[in-house]
């Protein structure tokens, strides 16, 4: 199959060498969460330490929709590869 040319409308090119920078400028306007964020290449996770799982639940979830319309505003999908929560001893 021949590789063919298409016009991206939005989003970052994949498999480019840029990828990974040009994904950092494209969301140096997400705004502030209450968790910590962590980019990497076209890849975002945010962390939440707290004592009382409640509070995590709640800050995790406002961060999660403070994402989501993130991604609603610039028309960009999401996909939730992984889902990972411990809880201590």
Known sequence: MADQLRRLKNG???????????FNIYISDLST????KYA????????????DWQAVKGALSKDMA???GY???WKL????K???GSLPS
Do not use: E
Not at 12 to 21: E, K
Not at 33 to 36: E, G
Not at 77 to 80: F, I, K, N, V
């Open 12 to 22: 970052v090119p994949q498999g480019s060498v840029l990828a990974p920078l040009l």
């Open 33 to 36: 969460t209450v968790s910590r």
């Open 40 to 51: 990497y290449a076209d890849d975002l996770a945010t962390m939440h330490a707290d004592g």
């Open 66 to 68: 403070t994402v989501d």
């Open 71 to 73: 991604l609603q505003t």
């Open 77 to 80: 999908a999401q996909r939730y």
């Open 82 to 84: 992984n889902d990972v």
